[in-house]
């Protein structure tokens, strides 16, 4: 039986996946830079359920409201949870504690959780940013960031997941970082991968691509969603790059709400 996956980037790493009407959303966030387009809540409703990779503010901030008008469940770790409860959540409900290497069956696909890391920020993306608030006077949007930071602090587990709908595998990072001992899958359909978190994203994220091995690419993560602590990241060299020493892998730059199908 042919299982139809479709995925939507709507920003940052929000991924909505779409496996023959069961729909996945990962990781949703609202941009907070006003020149982007932005989804609507309502959109995010009616989804079966809700993953998170990690508890920084632009992977969980905005999944209160969404639980608050859904009927779904986030999914992930610890961390989550415990960020969440401060929040106002009822956890007891609304947020499923998950577990490296563990599998979780859905309706028309499985999931797979996978122990991961999060980006190591270079010098060289620590002073850009900085020259960049300092020189466009915007101290006081980086300290309301810094607030958000705080309720939603980086530490605790960080999650990839493997998505299998028959025949077919999606592996999606949240952040550009991976576990050098953790065993992860390879020869994957689709690696959707986060581009954004250092000056050297194309030297840095090659390696991992060459052990993981993908035969399609999809990059997300690349925009200006929190300025000025973002920037919107050339993906064209990345691309170039990818073009001429693994010609046989698929690379896609999304736009938004574009859908693409698997």
């Known amino acids: 039986m042919f299982v139809m996956i479709e995925i939507t980037w709507y920003g940052t790493a929000t991924i909505l996946m779409n496996i023959d009407g069961e729909k996945l959303l990962f990781d949703p966030f609202f941009r ?9 809540i309502k959109e995010f409703c009616d989804v079966d359920y809700i993953f998170n990779t990690h508890s920084h503010f632009d992977h969980l901030c905005d999944v209160p409201k969404i639980l608050n008008k859904s009927k779904a469940k986030l999914y992930g770790s610890k961390t989550a949870y415990l960020r969440l409860k401060k929040r106002g959540v009822d956890v007891a409900k609304k947020v499923v504690i998950l577990h490296n ?4 069956n859905l ?11 999060h980006v190591k920020n270079d010098l060289g993306i620590v002073l850009l940013t900085a020259m960049k608030i300092i020189f466009i006077f915007q101290i006081h949007k980086a300290y309301k960031l810094l607030e958000m930071h705080h309720k939603y602090l980086m530490g605790g587990e960080i999650m990839a997941f493997e998505i299998k709908a028959e025949n077919k ?16 899958p390879e020869n994957v359909d689709v690696l959707i991968w986060p581009f954004q978190g250092r000056i050297n994203m194309s030297k840095y994220s090659l390696p991992i691509i060459e052990r993981i ?50």
């Open 101 to 104: 290497y563990e599998t979780r």
């Open 169 to 184: 595998n999606i592996l999606i990072f949240g952040s550009a970082g991976i576990d050098k001992n953790a065993k992860m």
């Open 213 to 262: 091995r993908p035969k399609m690419i999809i990059l997300d993560h690349f925009d200006d969603a929190f300025p000025p602590v973002t920037r919107k990241v050339n993906t064209d060299k990345f691309v170039k790059l990818l073009n001429k020493k693994h010609p046989e892998i698929k690379i896609i730059v999304p736009k938004y709400k574009e859908k693409i199908i698997i």
């Open 32 to 40: 907070m830079n006003k020149k982007l387009e932005q989804p609507q």
């Open 107 to 117: 309706k028309n696909a499985s999931l797979k959780v996978y122990p991961s890391r």
